[in-house]
């Protein structure tokens, strides 16, 4: 049972998530186009090229590939761009100048990056925003801490995202641009808390945990 997050599964975290990207940007652009302006999905692709590149000179330290992420959403356009470089930054710093993180400082970590959103965005779970994934994700990665193990505890958050992403489609947005088409914007998931909820299935399939099942039938 591996109870940390080493430098090669923090590797496999982000390449795994690069490679989601890819291959559903224009999914996610889509719901974007429907609720909000569109440009999510191109955005996250574009910081997903940044992050390629900056996975060359990244250090090999488990915090390595975080650092290399959080430097590129800082550079993407958007208001979920500076959202998420804070987020991938709290992991980042977790794993500065280590070989892993161990499990509670994941999940410390995680929490402090979903605080530094909330802090940031103003947003809170039920506003149909990134949080309803991210904060249900948070506690159930916090909630696992005691069982050591390192793929349970990324499965039970992925898990909590994709049904937090997937109840967003029955909220009305409160905040952003969705918040512009009020109730027009109900049945449709938000974009931000679906991508919340591949993050962290791309987390717990680094880590030996298999895939989601809503992210399986997504």
């Not at 889509?30 to 440009?39: A, K, N, P, Q």
């Not at 947005?173 to 449709?188: C, F, K, N």
């Amino acid at each position: 049972m591996v109870s940390a997050l080493d430098a090669a599964r923090a590797r496999a975290w982000v390449d795994g998530f690069v490679a989601a990207v890819e291959e559903r940007h224009a999914e996610l652009g889509e719901l974007d186009r429907r609720i909000g302006d569109g440009d999510f999905g191109s955005n996250l692709r574009s910081a997903a090229r940044r992050i390629v590149a900056n996975l060359e000179s990244a250090p090999a330290t488990a915090g390595g590939p975080f650092a290399a992420v959080s430097d590129a959403f800082m550079a993407t356009g958007g208001t979920s761009g500076p959202l998420l470089g804070m987020w991938f930054r709290a992991l980042a710093k977790a794993g500065a100048d280590r070989d892993e993180i161990p499990l509670a400082d994941l999940a410390r970590a995680v929490a402090d990056g979903v605080a530094a959103i909330q802090r940031l965005g103003g947003a809170q779970v039920g506003d149909k925003t990134m949080l309803d994934a991210f904060v249900p994700a948070a506690d159930a990665l916090a909630g696992a801490v005691d069982s050591g193990d390192l793929a349970a505890a990324l499965a039970a958050a992925a898990e909590a995202a994709a049904a937090g992403a997937e109840a967003t489609a029955g909220l009305s947005a409160r905040l952003g641009r969705s918040s512009y088409v009020g109730d027009a914007a109900r049945g449709v998931p938000d974009p931000g808390a679906s991508a919340v909820a591949m993050l962290f299935d791309c987390g717990a399939r680094a880590a030996g945990a298999p895939p989601t099942r809503k992210e399986t039938n997504a």
